[in-house]
């Protein structure tokens, strides 16, 4: 299994409560105490999917407002642990409470829209995701029948050229991305140049490496599970 990859939520066992930094609305999540690899996918856009772990990205959109904020940045109301079987409501006032809604996963236009207005701060990680979640149409589907028009989407490319210009270079593992964010948009040649001036720093970046050449090579751009 390649481990090709970026940092996901790593959740408690307990369930937290945060607030919108834009409208204060409360939301939660709850962890699983622990988890593992086995069993996991990975894909040529460094995304990885672990059935056994939490897989949300760390985003939330905000029920009330609409905006996505960063689950790490916004500010923590209290918590609940599992292991409190006295008061299950312990440091969480009742009227925040019973305001809370589970935190909702964004979507790729979600994303769109908050990095549109400047609210996301780690623009390159939430480029990233927001690529990622437009590459899932393709990812945990195999409907094709509008796949053209889902590749072309307007804001989908607009998103992957600003995400290219945001990419390190001199990052093996941010150039394999810059590689296949080309070879989606089926520049080959330049995709090709780029894969082959990349030196791996481990086994799974070698492997993602020769398999982006091999599609290159084959003129294929869509998505390929490794
Ligand atoms: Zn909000």
């Not at 939520?9 to 699983?32: D, L, R, W």
């Not at 642990?81 to 996963?105: C, G, Q, R, Y």
């Not at 028009?149 to 810059?178: F, H």
């Amino acid at each position: 299994m390649v481990g090709y990859l970026f940092s996901f939520m790593k959740y408690s066992g307990n369930t937290v409560v945060i607030s919108c930094p834009y409208c204060e609305q409360p939301a939660h999540y709850s962890g699983i105490a622990s988890s593992n690899s086995f069993g996991g996918k990975a894909w040529t856009d460094g995304y990885c999917f672990y059935p056994m772990s939490n897989n949300c990205s760390s985003y939330t959109r905000c029920f009330a407002c609409k905006d996505v904020y960063g689950i790490r940045d916004a500010k923590r109301i209290g918590m609940m642990s599992i292991t409190d079987f006295v008061d299950d409501s312990l440091d969480i006032p009742n009227e925040i409470w019973s305001k809370s809604k589970p935190i909702a996963e964004p979507s790729d236009e979600d994303m769109y829209n908050s990095l549109n207005k400047g609210l996301l701060n780690n623009e390159k990680e939430a480029r990233i995701i927001a690529w990622w979640k437009s590459n899932d149409k393709f990812r945990f589907t195999s409907d094709s029948s509008n796949i053209d028009e889902l590749l072309n989407e307007e804001e989908r490319i607009q998103n992957m050229n600003i995400l290219m210009n945001l990419l390190t270079k001199d990052n093996s593992y941010q150039s394999l991305m810059y590689a296949e964010i080309l070879r989606q948009r089926s520049n080959f040649e330049t995709s090709l140049s780029i894969l082959n001036d990349i030196s791996p720093t481990s086994d799974s970046e070698k492997i993602v490496k020769k398999m982006l050449i091999d599609l290159c090579a084959s003129k294929k751009a869509l998505l390929t599970q490794i």
